[in-house]
């Protein structure tokens, strides 16, 4: 056991080294019992704490045979930040609890951490602090986002109103075919053709902070969420917290293209295929909202509704009702 | 898949309902990308804010055929609300991420869960937030607790001087002799003899929060850290922070009392053993310490040296260099 703690001392000593990213707010970072950070008024206006929690574990979120550790580590903290971004947020710091199994090469942990610090330092986020454990099974981490947002202004799933349109960023559906064609090479054991080249979108996520900024900032914005479940999962969400339901228009859902040739891929992707990390939200019906803001193109694919269900109609205006269908990751891989 | 995504979503509603605690900071909980924290200047003092994450894991950091679920519930928010009190903080909200064996009963989670809130309630934080996964293996749990504490006021581990008086609160070595116990009985498959009203300090910790605050109300400490990882370990972060040394007093060092009938603890469990979650500090030589703050003893055990080495010493003042000696949990049990 001391073999490992003393492991333990020298990987948390190595990420110290390699989260340099000083954000202001950060008063305090590792080293500590606790983080200690200072949100101080931005022009005279008092800010709002956001924080987020998500997992990111072996055989359910990532393969070691289908991820490499830079983009585990990416990928581990885009989850948080991403959510920041729904919020119209800030990101500040980030805080990683890590497990690991006893014969995990150190070298996978110091890609790992690579992965996820570069991501924060393109953000000015601050790793400032974290747990580290001995896993019992596989590698387990837990990350947490802390971000700020001026007072009040936080955008919520629970503001969408009957009658608001319905906006999707960049395209849907990428990252579940992407896997889908990892699944499939794998059970046929044919060669490995996808690789993050192909579609790094699904390796190396970029949340939209950016756009959630500036839709915070123009007032463009009813509810936000992001797809990170998908979009029927995700707009449920929205309906379920404002008390209204919703229609798509199929036909318009922007679709993701992956593999070699690059293919659209199926509408039921599109639909239900989660960790996009797009932004879905509403919009009142008098707002123009433009076609590509901070370099992403912006969809309007359909709209509130008064009754609490929704539907997804077809050119002709057929249409079904449409039932979130939870994001099933790699679990069946 | 669907069935336990269900379930997934009816344990976060029963959750939801559980945690009706409101702290006036927490705008927005559960049911949103992030959760929206508030903190208002008191008294037209400006706050910092305070992270702290933890793991909890089974098989090592408790049992399921030890621990009870309110137990499990229990200790895991624990560990971050005697972080929070290691600073001088008050806590605020939690967060938990939560990942589950699909075979788990409902029924243990529900009785985690009460665990875990009724503490919550105690200190009017609001569980505010976290993230649901299945784990692959065994029950895994993170903490993340925040809090908040006057600007530029927060109890830092790094501003221990040479002469300054080492504190303790409490009594120390009693959790790890109690998993020594349970430990001992099981191995010899002997009648099981400690349960929770044997040591309740191991089962249902307090975290020392009306003393951290107070401690830093009244401005005796000059750095602190909780006892979670036992006295040589959490001594010697001090000291690596503040880059001085120590000098204890063996026989002082004050000594749990554990089993049926109750024996005070081996020395070592005093020095090595973890998870007392008793709060270590140091005061400039000139203050005044009261024997008992807040209904908890208060024992001088040592002082600060220059040299950067920690010393045992016995009445005689015969004395070794005691090594940090890390806490192993339940890893050999």
Redesign the interface.
């Known amino acids: 056991?001391?073999a490992v703690?003393i492991s333990e001392k020298a990987l948390i000593e190595q990420i110290r080294r390699m989260a340099k990213t000083a954000n202001p707010a950060v008063?305090?970072g590792i080293?500590?019992?606790?983080?200690?950070?200072?949100?101080?008024p931005r022009r005279g206006q008092?800010t709002?704490?956001?924080?987020?929690?998500?997992?990111t574990?072996?055989?359910?979120?990532f393969r070691r045979d289908w991820h490499p550790a830079e983009s585990v580590g990416h990928r581990c903290l885009a989850r948080g930040l991403s959510?920041?971004a729904?919020?119209g947020?800030e990101p500040v710091?980030a805080?990683l609890?890590l497990?690991l199994p006893r014969d995990l090469p150190q070298a996978w942990v110091g890609r790992f951490a690579r992965g996820l610090i570069s991501l924060a330092e393109r953000y000015s986020v601050t790793l400032?602090?974290?747990?580290m454990?001995?896993?019992?099974?596989?590698i387990?981490a837990?990350i947490?986002v802390?971000?700020t947002?001026p007072?009040g202004k936080?955008m919520?799933?629970?503001r969408a109103r009957p009658g608001d349109r319905i906006y999707v960023s960049g395209e849907l559906g990428g990252s579940a075919a992407a896997v889908w064609v990892m699944r499939k090479e794998m059970r046929k054991k044919s060669k490995r053709t996808l690789n993050p080249r192909h579609y790094p979108r699904h390796f190396f996520p970029e949340p939209r902070i950016e756009l959630g900024r500036i839709l915070r900032e123009k007032g463009l914005v009813s509810a936000?969420?992001?797809t990170s479940d998908g979009l029927s999962t995700d707009l449920a969400h929205i309906c379920e917290?404002s008390g209204v339901g919703a229609e798509l228009q199929a036909e318009v859902i922007p679709r993701a293209c992956v593999g070699k040739p690059a293919r659209e891929v199926d509408l039921q992707f599109a639909l239900h295929g989660g960790e996009d990390y797009e932004l879905l939200f509403t919009s009142r019906p008098g707002k123009r909202i433009p076609s590509r803001i901070a370099g992403v193109p912006i969809t309007h694919i359909g709209q509130i509704t008064r009754q609490r269900k929704i539907f997804l109609r077809n050119r002709g205006g057929v249409g079904y009702e449409l039932q979130p269908q939870?994001w099933?990751h790699f679990?069946?891989g």
Chains 1, 2 share one sequence.
């Open positions: 056991m001391v703690l008063q305090t080293g500590d019992d606790c983080a200690v950070l200072r949100f101080l008092l709002e704490t956001l924080v987020t929690t998500d997992f574990l072996e055989g359910i979120h959510d920041i729904a919020m947020g710091a805080f609890s497990a400032a602090g974290g747990d454990a001995e896993s019992p099974n596989g387990l837990d947490v802390v971000g947002v007072k936080a919520l799933r629970s936000m969420i992001d917290e939870g099933e679990r069946r």
